[in-house]
């Protein structure tokens, strides 16, 4: 009886990134007409890799300072929101620390090569990643702050409770953001990109609730009006940021798959204007002084999604109809919900911005996604070579 011996030789780039080793045994995974190929370093998983050091002593070390600092003020009984309280205490340096912790494993991951996404991401766009990942966990913090401040209305704690649920919070956020830094991907970036611009917009129209915003408009909660204005405007300059990297990520990466393309240039382009244009909707409010600035960016930001949905079929390669009809349906509604407030007077000012901010911002994360999935068509497949030899098996 004899079997069937196959030799398969990989890329250089495939086993250098799988990070192969002489007669090292490798893991093969069948699942119907699939094979995923595991060696001992990939196999080992993130949760494996980060030391609990890491995560535990920046955490004990914050928190004897947290105490040392209560103690010299004589202040036994600490609340849990305030200007001196846990929750301050615990967004101040959890955002400096955690921003620290992620950019020395985002670094380290870059060195050693074993994010893929990483070592494609430039250094211009370093400190934007950076900073977007500490705008998000500051967002986060507020708004997990301001719940708990709801529910544990006046509740307030004596010393070394404080310092042990700092110490706990302290290394909650140490091991996200070591764990985001080292699975960081495009994919992720763009999940940032949502998360940072919808979860500053919905604290936003929270801490103002009791000043009725929606009896405004939507800019009313970037104005000097506006409880927190700065978060808001801080999130649109910071969404901003984001998809300016992650547009720059997202061609490069395109480049060798389509070289030269005037297609992917013009939508390169408009895409990048468009981030820069909802960028300075944040930067200039809409205040007194920079009303007419405010109207004219806003307004031409709704002229690149209009410009882009109308000519998505010639500047996407290999665009599916089904995108196609999603984008035509999305644009008709915008034009539809712009007669129905300009002319007719049905839709309210608030009501027409919230359903063009949603369509549009939904439209624009679809066409992120499609792009990612260009990349992934690209860069995913390898022919390799398979020699067949029989071999007598006795």
Do not use: C
């Not at 895409?271 to 007419?292: C, K, R, S, W």
């Amino acid at each position: 009886m004899s079997e069937k011996r196959f030799t398969l030789e990989l890329p250089d780039n495939v086993s250098s990134q799988l990070k192969l080793i002489d007669q090292e045994s490798v893991k093969l995974e069948l699942s119907r007409d699939t094979m995923v190929l595991t060696t001992q370093a990939s196999d080992v998983s993130l949760f494996q890799r980060i030391s609990w050091w890491w995560i535990v002593l920046p955490a004990l070390l914050s928190s004897i300072a947290f105490n040392v600092y209560f103690a010299v003020k004589k202040q036994n009984q600490i609340p849990m929101n305030g200007d001196m309280s846990l929750g301050t205490t615990v967004l101040i340096g959890g955002v400096i620390i955690g921003t620290l912790m992620f950019g020395i494993f985002f670094v380290r991951e870059r060195r050693n090569r074993t994010n893929s996404f990483s070592t494609h991401i430039y250094w211009r766009n370093f400190p934007v990643v950076i900073l977007s990942f500490a705008l998000i966990l500051a967002l986060g913090l507020l708004g997990m702050f301001w719940l708990f401040g709801r529910i544990f209305d006046g509740a307030t704690f004596d010393r070394l409770t404080s310092t042990m649920l700092f110490f706990v919070f302290e290394g909650m956020i140490n091991y996200v953001m070591i764990f985001a830094a080292m699975s960081l991907s495009s994919r992720t970036l763009i999940r940032l990109f949502t998360i940072v611009i919808v979860s500053g917009v919905i604290i936003s129209m929270a801490t103002n609730s009791s000043r009725r915003w929606w009896q405004h408009n939507l800019s009313f909660l970037g104005t000097q009006l506006a409880s927190n204005s700065w978060a808001f405007n801080m999130t649109l300059m910071f969404s901003a940021l984001i998809m300016v990297a992650l547009i720059d990520y997202i061609f490069v990466s395109l480049e060798p798959i389509y070289p030269k393309s005037l297609r992917m240039m013009t939508l390169r382009i408009i895409l990048t204007l468009m981030a820069i244009d909802l960028g300075a909707v944040g930067f200039f409010p809409n205040n007194h002084q920079y009303h007419e600035i405010h109207d004219q960016i806003a307004g031409a930001l709704t002229y690149f999604i209009i410009g882009l949905i109308v000519g998505i079929r010639w500047l996407l390669p290999g665009v599916s109809k089904q995108f196609l009809r999603l984008s035509y349906t999305i644009g008709a509604i915008l034009v539809a919900s712009d007669v129905l407030f300009a002319f007719v007077g049905y839709l309210s000012l608030t009501a027409f911005e919230i359903i063009g901010f949603a369509l549009a911002f939904g439209w624009v994360i679809i066409l992120l996604q499609l792009l990612q999935e260009l990349i992934d068509r690209g860069t995913r497949v390898f022919y390799v070579q398979v020699q067949v030899k029989n071999v007598d098996n006795k």
